[in-house]
């Protein structure tokens, strides 16, 4: 018997790094995949125009700043398996792959505790008018003690204040992308020798507990004018910043069941905001290997597991639990408790009692996103099965070989799930927002970023 129509279309991100070895860890070395080209602009145009033909909502681009030292204390294995190491600027990569395409979005991560939000803000919105509005932002707040260091600090702030520091961040973004400029400011008049309305434009003042600054947004506004607001943090004060701030929640769930409580809890955090919950998109990272037979497909798999290194993600898991696991035998206890790493990810290896041995075993692939492998049909499934039963709304797809994976995707899984009207067969008009949530360009009336729209000749001054 059939499966019920989903009802709604599958969001897809392509989860990518301007680097060698990003989730998947060793997949360099398969004789198949080109992520060693990744200083090259023609590797990120190609993925690009891929990526267009395979309707992917967006690239999904991650960043650090610092290395992965942890494990063992050092960064041997970080290097000798380029496991996010080198890495490139991502925003960067923007121009060029929106050159190639007209619909594709893109979500770049940059990190609050290390750009200043005045010239933070003009190089999004930059993007945004080069782009026509199909730039997103994944806020993170940084959890690498080696970035700390790299920028003359000698450790992370707190977790719980370094979501402190974001929100007096946005707070300051919105002034500038929401209020310092009316959406008419711009007459462009050139016989009256008037390009835009002084009345029209305001400076802004910032006097924050973290940030202040004084100054005019020097961004026309865009399309957007705010971009679309990725955030991945599922703490309980990274749940608090979601529901105040995030349009699409990125998780990192383990099963369907883990899956459903972190959606269930984000939407509940959301609505406690004042927000609309279906304001708000969940996506889930993972893997998907497919061909057009399942023996085929699981001939691909042991191919990856081959060139995988389970020890380099190990290296990558450690950074995010700051626990060194090389001081580890394969079956030793480990204490978890708090950390000042990824506390979404501590407390489910606290819970499922991980030792060394399980991790490598999870790590085959060289990363821990749950894996989808088979004929298209199969894969469908399974992608169908987590959005009904996680109830999530969508993917970040990691790349395994790069770009097979994608390709896979676009060629094999696309048009199996376009047959069941589970995904687009085209895309929409207007910006990446409101392809998403088909309710215009700008934020709407119920997120907190509209109460920093202009109330005062100087935007954010005491009255």
Not at 22 to 40: A, K, P
Not at 258 to 287: E, H, N, W, Y
Not at 383 to 409: A, C, H, K, M, Q
Request: proline share 4%; net charge neutral.
């Amino acid at each position: 018997m059939a499966a019920e129509k989903l009802g709604k279309h599958i969001l897809v991100n392509a989860f990518t790094m301007a680097c060698v070895g990003h989730i998947n860890h060793g997949q360099w070395t398969h004789l198949r995949d080109r992520s060693m080209d990744f200083n090259s602009l023609k590797y990120w145009t190609d993925l690009a125009k891929t990526l267009e033909r395979g309707l992917f909502d967006a690239v999904f681009l991650a960043d650090i700043l610092g290395v992965y030292d942890v494990y063992g204390a050092g960064v041997e294995v970080t290097t000798r398996e380029a496991v996010q190491f080198p890495v490139n600027d991502p925003l960067v990569l923007v121009s060029a792959m929106a050159a190639v395409t007209r619909h594709l979005g893109f979500g770049v991560t940059v990190n609050v505790n290390h750009e200043a939000p005045y010239t933070f803000a003009r190089r999004i919105s930059t993007l945004d008018h080069l782009t026509r509005g199909r730039i997103g932002w994944n806020i993170v707040t940084g959890y690498l003690d080696s970035a700390a260091r790299a920028v003359g600090r000698k450790a992370q702030a707190g977790h719980d204040q370094r979501y402190d520091q974001a929100d007096d961040y946005l707070e300051g973004l919105y002034k500038l992308w929401e209020g310092s400029w009316d959406d008419d400011a711009v007459i462009a008049d050139k016989v009256a020798r008037l390009y835009a309305d002084p009345a029209k434009v305001r400076p802004v003042r910032h006097d924050g507990p973290f940030y202040q600054f004084e100054g005019y947004h020097l961004s026309q506004p865009s399309r957007q004018r705010t971009p679309v607001l990725f955030q991945a943090g599922t703490s309980g004060r990274g749940q608090l910043f979601a529901a105040r701030h995030a349009e699409c929640v990125f998780i990192s769930a383990p099963d369907k069941a883990a899956a459903r409580s972190a959606a269930r809890a984000i939407r509940r955090a959301v609505a406690d905001a004042g927000r609309d919950p279906s304001d708000v998109r969940i996506l889930a990272g993972i893997a998907v290997i497919a061909d057009r037979s399942e023996a085929a497909a699981r001939e691909k798999l042991a191919e990856y597991r081959a060139a995988s290194s389970p020890e380099a993600g190990l290296a990558h898991y450690s950074a995010s639990l700051g626990i060194d696991f090389a001081r580890y035998g394969l079956d030793d206890p480990i204490p978890f408790g708090q950390s000042n790493a990824i506390q979404s990810a501590a407390k489910i290896a606290e819970s499922r009692g991980y030792t060394k041995r399980v991790l490598l075993d999870q790590l085959a692939l060289g990363g821990r996103y749950p894996l989808a492998v088979g004929t298209p049909v199969q894969v469908a499934d399974a992608l169908e099965s987590w959005i009904r039963e996680g109830e999530i709304d969508g993917f970040n797809l990691t790349r395994i070989v790069t770009p097979e994976s994608y390709t896979d995707f676009a060629d094999l899984v696309v048009p199996e799930l376009q047959t069941r009207g589970s995904y687009k067969t085209g895309y929409g008009e207007g910006s990446l927002r409101h392809r998403i949530f088909g309710k215009g360009d700008r934020l709407p009336v119920t997120h907190t970023a509209q109460g920093f729209r202009p109330a005062a000749p100087l935007l954010g001054a005491a009255e």
